[in-house]
């Protein structure tokens, strides 16, 4: 009975990998049918955007998607995000530089301002480090979820990397430096405050209802070295004798509030239902990437998950919530120069993205889908259509040596893949059947050498459904997300109450010139 089970399941298979190589008329004309019919079913949603879930893909620039694409399903496969049925482009340079950093994209998602670079939810006014211009009122920012929070929404974010990193500070501090995420990166005297004090003792920071990520020893003094959770050395290390998480505790108790402090994966599976108000620190510094994290109850929990605890969290406000959702550790394995785990990474997001779906509608929840900025990778040569993202192509006419199809634009020390031969006028490319292409740690090779991978300046896509999701539909500035966003969901100047006093206004002055012009007359 087994050996027909796995005959049954092995026609199966080859019955379904033939069909997804299918090469004739029929299966094109199919395809571009459905696809038809698929543009001709889309209605515009013009209802109000009660909820609104902003996943960002730190580093995942159209290449990233295109190759965890074929990773899934093939080339002609669609991830989640891309059946969404409206989509454009964002133009990703900052205030001053044509490549951007993580921190001045965030702020223009977030902020609705372009900004300079290295700098955090304050205005192009403010240079990078700069502490005296960022204390002025008028240079910091409202992000989007301060926008929720004061229309009487929650408001929270999710983030493999730490809570105070580039991407989620913007929504909650205001600083002139990325880098000022602990007391120990402030210069000596300054008056300015970091970005983890920020985070618990400022508004909108302290009303969060949920930040879930990493990022201990830049919240707690002295935070415990363990062999499962090291302290990073690219990390803030807190040294002012702080413990901002019990300071968070203190001033929940303080408030009444109802609140859930965890630290694993287990304590946020069973978080008490009660809570409005959720904190969970669940590593040192970022947190492990998906193919090398502790997977046991005792471990940190996956991006899936803290998605889901998230949304559990927040959609209890019948008023509706705003939510970020940041896959982090793509840009980091990027800036490593390891392919297979960013596109891995992008895999797990792209989960977290159907999370969402299924846990909200698309009628009332405004799901929007983007990249702060891309990376240098590339999809090169002419591989056969079937083969792995991350084996090889060529040969090259060059050396004829095969060479992969994923590569970098500019790549750390591991991506420099020539060797000087005996004869020192002779230069030759490592073999990449040496070497295991497929593997996490594999560094693509790139033709420049650097101390890291850095950052592409290309558009980025963004996807969206949901209300008002046909905003997004050409190519944009990357800050007018910020303002789709706040239009789709009546928040800030687009609020209820704003739209209703500004009619009013109008109205009075069309009254007063026109009486005006009457007497003149």
Known sequence: MYGLRLVVF???YLTLAQSSLRKDQEYWKQLSTNELEEALAVKWNLGEAKNVILFV??????NTVTATRILKGGEGH????????????????????????????????????KVNFYTMGVDASVEYKDCNASLKPEARLDSLAALALKAGKSAGFVTTMRVTHATPGPLYAHSASRLWECDSALPRDSACKDVGRQLVED????????ILGGGRQGLVANATDRPMDPISSWGCSRSDGRDLINQYKRDKEARGLKYSVITNAAELKNIDENSDYLLGIFSNAHMPYEFERN????????????????????????????????????????????????????LAMEEAVSIAVNMTSEKDTLIVVTSDHTHTLSINGYPERGSDIFGTTGPSKYDGLNYTTLTYGVGGPGS?????????????????ATEDTTSFMYEQAAAITNDENIHGGGDVAVY??????????????????????SYAAKIGVYSKATTQYNNISVCLLTLVLGFMFRIIN
């Open 10 to 12: 092995f026609v199966f």
């Open 57 to 62: 893909g730190d580093g995942m620039g159209p």
């Open 78 to 113: 669609r991830l989640t995000y891309e059946k969404f049925p409206h989509i454009g482009l964002l133009k990703t340079y900052s205030a001053n530089k044509m490549v951007p950093d993580s921190t001045s994209t965030a702020t223009a998602l977030f902020c609705g301002v």
């Open 203 to 210: 508004w909108p920071g302290r009303d969060l209802h949920v």
């Open 295 to 346: 997977k046991e109850p005792q471990g940190p929990p996956s991006i899936v998950q803290m998605t889901e605890a998230a949304i559990k969290v927040l959609k209890k406000n019948k008023n509706g919530f705003f939510l970020m959702v940041e896959g982090g550790n793509i840009d980091m394995a990027h800036h490593r120069g390891r392919a297979r785990t960013a596109v891995d990474e992008s």
């Open 416 to 432: 420099n893949k020539l060797k000087v031969q005996t004869d020192p006028t002779r230069i030759v490319r490592t073999d990449p």
């Open 464 to 485: 969206a459904r949901g209300p008002h999701a046909h905003l997004f539909h050409n190519v944009h500035e990357q800050h007018y997300v910020f303002h789709a966003i």
